[in-house]
């Protein structure tokens, strides 16, 4: 599996933005659905949309705005559509991101300017930006889903539905999904829902399931009756629920839930091995804005 081309960036963006037609957003579905690099490039676009929409307002300096008009050159209009009536917003939409895209590139010292506006707005981002969204693992559903699995029955309707990941997407993925070992046991099953990824590990007739979440948790939001702890130097949450252990680790940007059955310590040593986490919320800041300014490269 290779990373979204420039091509299918634009499509996401367009995507979120709304400035699909029912047949461009069934082709980017279809994408989401079979490559999880897309939509993770999606959560992390979403993420710095909300980040950004969430920055206070503030004044420019004197002059910026103007200078930034200037330098970048001025959107179209829309033309009026026939007969007077009412504009298609979308098809407005769309026309102006296909001029964007057929607009040929230029080295002229206007587009160096408005690259450098661009920048230095991400960089006012990045210092502004705030924390990763609250996460809330479902613990007992994860642990129903462990539970019917670990059995053999059926997984019940009411948890989250999960498709299950081929070996090699696996692998390309990184992280949980790609380590074929954790802590002496041999990854067996791979499956996502979103950006949601479940990995069964099974060794001697024993089963750990570990669920990786994006964000930071909302520590007073998980189920009563769970103990906080430390896993290393990572923040930690523990549930025990019959013959059933849950352990909740957040690290870095990533919220990691291991659960199995039997031998507490056998939960512990799988949270111990857990991996580094994925980049930061600003590292995945600055690589959407590299996405974002592929367009406009030199």
Excluded at 123 to 137: D, E, K, Q, R
Excluded at 156 to 171: F, G, I, K, L, V
Aim: aromatic fraction near 4%; proline fraction near 9%.
């Amino acid at each position: 599996m290779t990373a979204p081309s420039p091509r299918d960036d634009e499509r996401l963006t367009a995507y979120l933005d709304g400035e699909v037609d029912p047949a461009e957003r069934a082709e980017v579905e279809a994408l989401l659905a079979g490559d999880p690099e897309a939509a993770t490039v999606l959560e992390e676009l979403g993420a710095v949309r909300a980040a950004l929409r969430a920055l206070p307002d503030v004044e420019p300096p004197a002059g910026f705005l103007d200078g930034l008009i200037a330098g970048g050159g001025a959107e179209p209009s829309p033309a009026p559509s026939a007969g007077g009536g009412p504009i298609d917003e979308l098809a407005v939409r769309r026309a102006r991101r296909e001029g964007r895209e057929g607009r040929p590139r230029s080295r002229s010292r206007s587009l160096v300017g408005s690259v450098a506006a661009m920048v230095a707005m991400a960089a006012m981002a990045l210092v502004f930006v705030p924390a990763a969204g609250a996460t809330v693992p479902p613990v007992h559903d994860f642990m129903v889903r462990h539970e019917a699995m670990a059995s053999g029955g059926p997984t019940p309707a009411s948890t989250m539905p999960m498709e299950p990941m081929p070996m090699d997407q696996a692998d390309a993925m990184g992280g949980i999904a790609g380590m074929p070992e954790l802590d002496g046991m041999a990854r067996a099953h791979v499956y996502t829902a979103g950006p949601t990824v479940h990995v069964v590990y099974e060794h001697d007739g024993k089963m750990v399931s570990v669920y990786r979440q994006r964000g930071a948790v909302a520590w007073n939001r998980l189920p009563a009756g769970g103990t906080t702890m430390r896993v290393g130097d990572d923040p930690a949450w523990e549930l025990q629920d019959g013959g059933a252990s849950a352990i909740v680790v957040e690290r870095g940007a990533e919220v990691f839930t291991v659960v199995g059955a039997g031998s507490p310590d056998m939960v512990m040593g799988a949270a111990e091995a857990l991996p580094d986490s994925d980049p930061t919320l600003a590292d995945r800041v600055r690589r959407v804005l590299d996405v974002a300014a592929r367009p406009f490269s030199l």
